[in-house]
């Protein structure tokens, strides 16, 4: 709790005298102060209130999740859908094995992080290392354009364009793959990356570059011994919490890189990830209460929990590794 | 540097870290074009993909694309709906938004200090900012849809898109409030003023551009989303416009993404004619946020 200076005379103020010898004016001093008190604490409730909501929304999520997941691993074994090498929700006979489904989503996200990596840490050690402050304020909010295209254009992108120039590279490529929607979601969460692990840069103190610099360093050498040594806490989380960004896409994947849930780690196979499959069965006429429709809660269960871990290690990479200058 | 009896050795090593100097130096040259490159790369794809949207949209965004309703025909379709229905939904975002997000903002770093129950909102809040938004999509239709039973309407379209938005609000408030300089607010109480009243009278008018420009940012982040929409309503045809909170909806990226997925060539044309246009009110309302910045920057004195 902060100190609250007013506290001494407004709410400890002891009743000096009856109201009735004091003069008018000191009368109404004391009803506005009342008033104010009692405002107050309508606010503070009232506030209590909306901080609540974010609360709620928690529980929102875990008992829409779980209420249709309990019902679909009723009849699914738990052991069955997790390690399961088969996903065939929309055929019969349907097998549940969700293993396919979450090596498709892995395997984008890493395509999407390493040329995030790449990109975005060049673009980094670019603008906290060697560019003029001039061009590092035209450049940073442009890249940061990026992040804010919606993701449905970044689809319609792969579709129109990725996937025609690589088709031009490998022949023989199907317009659904996994290569294309990992390509455009790299470049969307590329400046991710950039922004974060250039903070993370640019707070490293100039001391530490100065001493590099007079045993003679060159600036690659004092970018890459020094400062990205000392900023790595920093870069390690942008691009957890990059990947985990990736993991929870959902339309790049479900317009460019298929609806064929299967097991290969082959980039250039049509896949199926975790968030596509439950848009596929949001946009086609699955009954409610059925096996399928309890099936992407399930999944999203899975997506749930996968991201909510990356979140806490990101944040506790920071937390654990930050180095304290002073 | 004349040594007097291992000249040649001298010499000979001057000679290797002249060479050494020179391939440290040229390293240097080499990455530094290499990082340039990729701030490079970034910024042409950028510049790509808003050319590709660009070529393919030619001659389709036109007033008669803008007034008319979907259509199986391409040459017909418009996207009247979709335009009523995303403004629809973004006032109800909006009008929802920025009470609970300025509210607990406020409450978090004005009255609740470091309490148990304020760090277990502040954790939770920034959790719920990682969470994917199809997820929020679940929770509109499980909660919203089904449990409250609001059907699929532009009540359960702005509720769901609030909650997935509220978290960027909160961090963005509460930033621009622990802005404000405490010499401001230590004047305040000096004259005896309320906490209530210091917020009100003080931090709130201080810290208004930056809760602006959040807020923006959320509505621009919340006007694109096309999944969680997706969970709550599915590929719907509508052929006309919501005229309350109670009524069926589309939004431009969920008609955007309906045309993607039409096998015919011109529906690629009309898919990127709506990009465009929804690419407009985004660039539009991130110019606002960037104008209000600027316009409000540096009028403050320590």
């Known amino acids: 709790m902060r100190p609250q200076p007013n506290s001494v005379i407004a709410d400890n103020s002891p009743e000096i005298a009856d109201e009735a010898v004091l003069p008018a004016s000191e009368v109404t001093l004391r009803k506005n102060r009342a008033r104010r008190h009692l405002e107050q604490r309508l606010v503070l409730w009232s506030l209590r209130l909306t901080a609540v909501v974010s609360i709620l929304t928690t529980i929102g999520i875990l008992v829409s999740l779980l209420r249709e997941a309990v019902g679909f691993f009723i009849e699914v074994p738990i052991w069955d859908f997790l390690f399961g090498t088969e ?22 996200a890493v395509i999407a992080g390493i040329i995030a990596l790449v990109l975005g840490m060049g673009a980094a050690i670019y603008l906290s290392e060697y560019a003029p402050d001039r061009v590092r304020r035209v450049v940073k909010p442009v890249l940061e354009v990026l992040a804010g295209i919606p993701t449905v254009v970044y689809g319609f992108f792969a579709l129109t364009f990725i996937t025609p120039q690589l088709q031009s590279i490998f022949p023989d490529l199907i317009i659904f793959n996994a290569l294309s929607a990992g390509i455009v979601m790299g470049l969307m969460i590329m400046p991710m990356v950039s922004t974060l692990s250039e903070d993370a840069m640019v707070s490293v103190p100039d001391s530490l570059r100065n001493a590099a610099y007079a045993l003679g360093a060159t600036r690659f050498e004092v970018a890459t011994k020094i400062v990205v040594p000392a900023a790595l806490s920093g870069i390690v989380a942008s691009l957890i919490l990059a990947i985990s960004r990736a993991i929870g896409e959902t339309m790049i994947v479900f317009l460019a890189a298929g609806s064929r849930p299967q097991l290969t780690w082959n980039p250039l196979d049509p896949i199926q990830t975790m968030t596509a499959f439950i848009a596929q ?46 | 540097m004349r040594l007097s009896s291992p000249v040649s050795i001298a010499r000979d090593s001057a000679a290797a870290s002249r060479g050494r100097i020179g391939y440290r130096s040229w390293r240097d040259r080499f990455f530094y074009f290499l990082f340039a490159a990729s701030v490079l790369i970034g910024v042409l794809g ?25 259509s199986r025909r ?87 898109l609030t909650l997935l938005v509220l978290p960027i609000v909160i961090i963005a408030t509460q930033e621009s409030i622990r802005a404000v300089p405490p010499s401001y607010r230590d004047a305040a109480f000096a004259m005896g003023a309320t906490r209530w009243q210091v917020i009100k009278t003080i931090v709130l008018p201080q810290a208004i551009p930056g809760i602006m420009s959040g807020v923006i940012l959320a509505l621009s982040r919340a006007i694109g989303e096309a999944a969680p929409i997706l969970m709550i309503s599915g590929i719907v045809f509508i052929t006309s416009v919501p005229t309350s909170p109670g009524d069926s909806f589309t939004v431009l990226p969920l008609q955007i993404l309906n045309w993607v997925t039409q096998p015919q060539a011109d529906f690629q044309s009309i898919a990127a004619a709506a990009i465009l246009a929804l690419l ?14 600027n316009r409000f920057q540096g009028e403050r004195v320590e």
């Open chain 1, 87 to 108: 996903w065939t929700a929309l055929f019969v006979p349907q097998k549940f094995g969700v293993l396919p489904l979450v090596v498709g989503t892995f395997m984008v």
């Open chain 1, 281 to 326: 069965v949001a946009t086609g006429d699955t009954e409610q209460g059925s096996i399928v429709f309890k099936s992407i809660f399930a999944v999203g269960m899975l997506l749930f929990l996968l991201t909510l871990a990356m979140n806490v290690l990101g944040r506790w990479v920071v937390a654990r590794y930050r180095q304290q200058y002073d």
């Open chain 2, 46 to 70: 950028l510049v790509t993909l808003l050319t590709t949207i660009v070529v393919d949209a030619w001659g389709w965004l036109d007033w008669q694309f803008i007034t008319s309703y979907a």
């Open chain 2, 74 to 160: 391409p040459e017909r379709a418009g996207i009247f709906a979709p335009l009523i229905g995303t403004t629809w939904v973004i006032l109800t975002t909006a009008a929802l938004t920025i009470p609970l997000g300025v509210g607990t903002a406020v409450y978090l770093e004005e009255f609740a200090g470091r309490s148990r129950f304020s760090r277990l909102v502040q954790l939770n809040i920034a959790n719920l900012a990682g969470v994917p938004s199809i997820v929020y999509g679940i929770l509109g239709l499980g909660i919203f849809v089904t449990l409250m039973d609001l059907g699929r309407s532009v009540l359960t379209g702005g509720l769901t």
């Open chain 2, 280 to 293: 407009i009110m985004l660039l539009s309302m991130n110019a606002v946020a960037i104008w209000i910045r």
